[in-house]
Every structure is written in C-alpha cells, then in structure tokens.
C-alpha cells in the first residue's frame, strides 16, 4: 500500500454534518501523521483554483465530502468538481446523508446517484 503524502478535503456543509465528518478525518490523518488540510468551499473562491495548494506529489490524495441533495451533490458541490483541475492524485467522494433509526436497526438514508465511484 502506498503511503500518502498529504490529503486535502475539499467540503461543502449545510447543517454542519459535512464539516463535523471534515473534522473527523482529519483528526485521524492527524493521528496517522498524515497532513490534511480541510477548506470548506463556501469560503474560497471556487473559480479559481491558482489560489489553493493544490499538491503535485504523487500520493496527495483529494477528498470531497457533501449532502445528499434531490438524490444527488448539490449543485455547488457539482460544479467546484467539474471545475476542480484535471490530474493524476487519487480523489474519493464522500457524501453525507440522513438515516433511520427502527429500534435496534439503523438504516442508511436514500440517496440515487450520490454514489458516483
């Protein structure tokens, strides 16, 4: 397994869900000795893409974490990735969605194409 050299998670948040799974993974790399950096993109200029660091190590990894909307990212999220520059690091796509508790059963929300891997 290949070791990586760095994550950045990219993640848009409504409710706050979003970014609290942001935080989450980003303790573990932190614990995993991983550097991570975690940016909301509702605070960055989503068009421009010069501005961020965006690592051209080998093993740079790229997460996108977001809510389910009508069964699918929501469009922001859509369009920060169409947009996001084509390259070689390894991406994953994460997104958050509510689920249902029937007793001792939890079931994972309903979501349509929100899984595109």
Known sequence: MATVDNLTI???TGTGN???VAEWISQVADE???PCESISIANIDRRNFSKLNLSSKP???FLFISPTHGFNYPPVMMHFIMRFPKGTNKIAL???RGGLRIG???TPGLSGIA???
């Open 10 to 12: 990219f993640y848009f």
């Open 18 to 20: 979003s970014g609290k």
């Open 32 to 34: 995993l000795k991983v």
């Open 59 to 61: 093993n740079s990894r």
């Open 94 to 96: 994460l997104n958050t």
């Open 104 to 106: 001792k059963w939890v």
């Open 115 to 117: 899984h595109p891997c």
